[in-house]
């Protein structure tokens, strides 16, 4: 996910009394906000605002309940959260898909707001971001920074591309906002172009390891061991805890094996991946263990080829327990330019 800045110095602390400035992404393309669209807080609206042919998505924020102290405390509370990280997603989201708006106001290929996110703990701490911006630290929260559950649409029409900032990136004002990002500037508009016609996809898999392990095994040939009868029961014991580090040695090399096939195959059809951190059975929610959790960033042209392959290899897979799950588009929250 991207981040504008990263500096330890901690030059000036937001007032709470004074609004501040909430930023979610960063355009080339004016887009105009229906009055009825809220921002994080749920009180102020969305506007945009333009410098040098790169536009700013922002709301005005009460520094109040924004300030440093009280985002560390609610980052932990998920009822305080999970609404506003919807918020958040669902702007970024309105912004990708608002070029491709029909006469009637109607996205010809819209994107479907995610469910509310599961809170997993994945990225780095945030503190005061330079001069102007403090980005807590991420628990729970938008995709790279915490985990969402997927959403149900695939659709890949048309959209237009945006460099999403990391959730709560917020600035004392526009002035100290554009002083951050300008002297970036020629490598956000290359982001943009290079995305112009890539989405991110999410591709998790999960893995029945009892259903696994018996399909493995019944595809090796049973190793030669000493009768069990001609064993003292001290040998017996040893003997079983030997095979059973063998099992599963031979199961973590079918796995990955596996695994490797997956994603080889799957990035022959997408410009770019990366691999990101398995979340918990606690946090995920699924009764399986994830075993790989991965985002592509698709070429447009290229993605029925891309779908069809996924297909392809959950059904290969299905039988030896493999589950796969897919959801999309993104923002390309996984591959921003470390700015």
Same mark, same amino acid.
């Given at each position: 996910?991207?981040?504008? &800045?990263?500096? @330890? #110095?901690?030059?000036?602390?937001? $007032?709470?009394? /004074? %609004?501040?400035?909430?930023?979610?992404?960063?355009? +080339?393309?004016?887009?105009?906000?229906?009055?009825?669209?809220?921002?994080?807080?749920?009180?102020?609206?969305?506007?945009?605002?333009?410098?040098?042919?790169?536009?700013?998505?922002?709301?005005?924020?009460?520094?109040?309940?924004?300030?440093?102290?009280?985002?560390?405390?609610?980052?932990?509370?998920?009822?305080?959260?999970?609404?506003?990280?919807?918020?958040?997603?669902?702007?970024?989201?309105?912004?990708?898909?608002? &070029?491709?708006? @029909? #006469?009637?106001?109607?996205?010809? $290929?819209?994107? /479907? %707001?995610?469910?509310?996110?599961?809170?997993?703990? +994945?990225?780095?701490?945030?503190?005061?971001?330079?001069?102007?911006?403090?980005?807590?630290?991420?628990?729970?929260?938008?995709?790279?920074?915490?985990?969402?559950?997927?959403?149900?649409?695939?659709?890949?029409?048309?959209?237009?591309?945006?460099?999403?900032?990391?959730?709560?990136?917020?600035?004392?004002?526009?002035?100290?906002?554009?002083?951050?990002?300008?002297?970036?500037?020629?490598?956000?508009?290359?982001?943009?172009?290079?995305?112009?016609?890539?989405?991110?996809?999410?591709?998790?898999?999960?893995?029945?390891?009892?259903?696994?392990?018996?399909?493995?095994?019944?595809?090796?040939?049973?190793?030669?061991?000493?009768?069990?009868?001609?064993?003292?029961?001290?040998?017996?014991?040893?003997?079983?805890?030997?095979?059973?580090?063998?099992?599963?040695?031979?199961?973590?090399?079918?796995?990955?094996?596996?695994?490797?096939?997956?994603?080889?195959?799957?990035?022959?059809?997408?410009?770019?991946?990366?691999?990101?951190?398995?979340?918990?059975?606690?946090?995920?929610?699924?009764?399986?263990?994830?075993?790989?959790?991965?985002?592509?960033?698709?070429?447009?042209?290229?993605?029925?080829?891309?779908?069809?392959?996924?297909?392809?290899?959950?059904?290969?897979?299905?039988?030896?327990?493999?589950?796969?799950?897919?959801?999309?588009?993104?923002?390309?929250?996984?591959?921003?330019?470390?700015?």
């Amino acid at each position: 996910m991207s981040k504008i &800045a990263d500096t @330890n #110095q901690a030059n000036s602390i937001l $007032s709470d009394t /004074s %609004p501040g400035i909430y930023t979610y992404c960063l355009t +080339r393309t004016r887009v105009s906000f229906p009055h009825t669209m809220m921002g994080i807080d749920g009180v102020h609206e969305v506007y945009s605002v333009e410098q040098e042919g790169i536009f700013a998505v922002l709301s005005h924020v009460s520094l109040k309940e924004y300030n440093e102290e009280t985002l560390d405390k609610n980052m932990t509370v998920v009822a305080w959260l999970a609404p506003r990280a919807k918020r958040h997603e669902d702007v970024i989201e309105f912004v990708m898909t608002h &070029a491709t708006l @029909n #006469q009637n106001g109607i996205s010809n $290929s819209p994107l /479907s %707001p995610p469910l509310p996110f599961s809170s997993s703990v +994945r990225g780095t701490g945030g503190g005061i971001q330079g001069d102007n911006e403090y980005s807590p630290p991420l628990v729970g929260g938008v995709r790279g920074g915490g985990e969402l559950l997927p959403k149900e649409d695939t659709s890949t029409g048309q959209h237009t591309p945006v460099v999403p900032l990391r959730f709560c990136t917020i600035y004392k004002n526009q002035e100290g906002l554009f002083k951050t990002i300008m002297p970036h500037k020629e490598q956000i508009i290359n982001f943009l172009d290079y995305t112009a016609d890539k989405t991110e996809w999410s591709v998790k898999v999960f893995c029945d390891k009892t259903i696994f392990v018996k399909y493995s095994d019944k595809n090796k040939e049973p190793s030669a061991t000493t009768a069990q009868t001609s064993l003292l029961p001290g040998e017996a014991y040893l003997l079983a805890k030997k095979m059973r580090k063998i099992k599963e040695e031979n199961f973590k090399q079918d796995l990955q094996m596996y695994l490797k096939d997956i994603d080889f195959t799957l990035s022959q059809f997408a410009d770019s991946y990366r691999f990101l951190q398995c979340t918990d059975k606690s946090i995920h929610g699924r009764p399986l263990d994830m075993v790989m959790n991965t985002a592509f960033l698709v070429e447009q042209q290229t993605f029925n080829m891309f779908k069809d392959t996924l297909d392809m290899l959950a059904e290969k897979y299905r039988n030896e327990g493999l589950v796969f799950e897919f959801s999309g588009p993104w923002p390309p929250y996984n591959f921003c330019p470390a700015l």
